[in-house]
């Protein structure tokens, strides 16, 4: 039996597949590439050296570019803080277009990535050098990346919906 005629359902809402996709694919690459430097490579060792982007296997104590390195507990925080505000508007995100739900997937996957080197390992695994830039790994680039879509996203308001 269908709804009474003439009444008004609320629209029904998806979930942010973009969202979860990306955050599943930037979780898993992070944590194959990680194990892969780790199990392959000594700290300090590094590959490729004279190519534009270089393998340099390095245990990161700190925030992004190893500041901070006595802070642990307080990237765990931000981390947490990250992953509830995302769960918090889970199902509002779903409104928003593709990229945007994988700009914050891409947040999401980084943020939980790192964290969890962090509780398991007390650092985490840094491993890509660009020349004149300090060591990163694939958790820091879609961290990096989803808060470039985040930012663009908000700079268009709601002209964003392509």
């Given at each position: 039996?269908?709804?009474?005629?003439g009444?008004?359902?609320p629209?029904?809402?998806?979930?942010?597949?973009?969202?979860?996709?990306?955050?599943?694919?930037?979780?898993?690459?992070?944590?194959?590439?990680?194990?892969?430097?780790?199990?392959?490579?000594?700290?300090?060792?590094?590959l490729w050296?004279?190519?534009?982007?270089?393998?340099?296997?390095?245990?990161?104590?700190?925030?992004?570019?190893?500041?901070?390195?006595?802070?642990?507990?307080?990237?765990?925080?931000?981390?947490?803080?990250?992953?509830?505000?995302?769960?918090?508007?889970?199902?509002?995100?779903?409104?928003?277009?593709?990229?945007?739900?994988?700009?914050?997937?891409?947040?999401?996957?980084?943020?939980?990535?790192?964290?969890l080197?962090?509780?398991t390992?007390?650092?985490?695994?840094?491993?890509?050098?660009?020349?004149h830039?300090?060591?990163?790994n694939?958790?820091?680039?879609?961290?990096?990346?989803g808060?470039?879509?985040v930012?663009?996203?908000?700079?268009?308001?709601?002209?964003?919906?392509?």
């Open positions: 039996m269908g709804p009474a005629k009444r008004c359902l629209e029904a809402r998806h979930w942010p597949v973009w969202t979860a996709v990306a955050a599943a694919l930037v979780f898993a690459l992070d944590r194959v590439t990680k194990f892969w430097v780790s199990h392959a490579l000594f700290p300090g060792q590094q050296p004279s190519l534009p982007i270089h393998i340099y296997y390095a245990e990161n104590r700190g925030a992004a570019f190893s500041l901070l390195p006595n802070a642990q507990w307080l990237f765990l925080v931000v981390a947490v803080v990250v992953v509830v505000a995302i769960a918090a508007r889970w199902r509002p995100l779903s409104g928003e277009p593709w990229w945007v739900q994988a700009g914050v997937g891409m947040v999401l996957g980084g943020a939980v990535g790192n964290a080197d962090r509780i390992q007390g650092y985490v695994v840094d491993f890509m050098q660009l020349p830039w300090p060591v990163f694939v958790a820091d680039s879609g961290v990096t990346v808060m470039v879509i930012v663009i996203r908000i700079a268009l308001g709601g002209r964003g919906d392509a």
